[in-house]
């Protein structure tokens, strides 16, 4: 091969579509069986979606499917006050890390709330 060839040689060489296939699937998300989960794993698995819920119904941050900011606070009301009731339920099984964490994530949001009305 000719230097001038040689420069233009890609770095990598093209996959198969085997291959290509085999790449694409490693890169999609991998899904949990919550099934499998126990309840209160299950609970903190919900807390994380309803303070990400509550984040976004707020109007503090973009909807990751559709980049877009939507502002709805009767969803976001719901999203804290059930986070609340659930972190109630959940506390006799936390350690005092896992209970400073999580109360600390509903005081965000419910001060952030209060001043984003």
């Known amino acids: 091969m000719s230097p001038e060839e040689e420069k233009k040689k890609p770095d990598s060489v093209d996959e198969s579509p085997d291959e290509s296939a085999a ?3 490693e890169r999609e998300p991998v899904g949990v069986d919550i099934s499998a989960l126990d309840t209160y794993t299950t ?6 979606i309803l303070a990400d819920q509550a984040w976004r119904k707020m109007g503090l941050i973009a909807d990751p ?13 719901t999203a804290i006050d059930c986070f609340q009731f659930m972190l109630k ?5 936390l350690t005092q890390d896992e209970k400073n964490k ?6 965000d949001l419910q001060i952030n709330f209060v001043t984003h009305q």
Do not use: G, H, W, Y
């Not at 499917?65 to 009301?77: G, H, P, Y």
């Not at 339920?89 to 099984?93: A, C, I, V």
């Not at 999580?102 to 005081?107: A, D, I, P």
């Open 23 to 25: 790449n694409e699937k």
């Open 43 to 48: 609970l903190k698995l919900f807390l994380s």
């Open 102 to 107: 999580l109360n600390s994530v509903l005081s």
């Open 65 to 77: 499917r559709t980049s877009k900011v939507e502002k709805d606070l009767i969803q976001a009301k």
């Open 89 to 93: 339920q959940l506390e006799p099984r």
